[in-house]
């Protein structure tokens, strides 16, 4: 997770200004709740605004499919798998 908080730091100097992050998959390492909920809070913590995810291979991990699926959703914010965000 040190990568992670470091990458949120480095987006918060070297491009205060950007108008989204996108994750694009792994948001968790082994689908386990505790990861997603560690990464939302480092995104929290960081102050990084309009965070858009991808779901990944790995966040299917560690449980059935629509557990894994609804870890996604909540995590995410969102209410479906595909969505599409336009900025700007």
Known sequence: MQHFINMCNDIKTTSPNSDGLFIVEDIANSGAEEEWKLA???????????????????????????????LF???????????VKEIN
Do not use: R
């Open 73 to 83: 959703y909540k995590y995410a914010n969102t209410d479906s798998l595909y969505y």
């Open 40 to 70: 939302t809070d480092i995104l929290k913590q960081s102050n990084i605004e309009n965070v858009y995810m991808a779901v990944g291979n790995h966040d299917l991990y560690g449980g059935s499919y629509i557990n894994q699926i609804n």
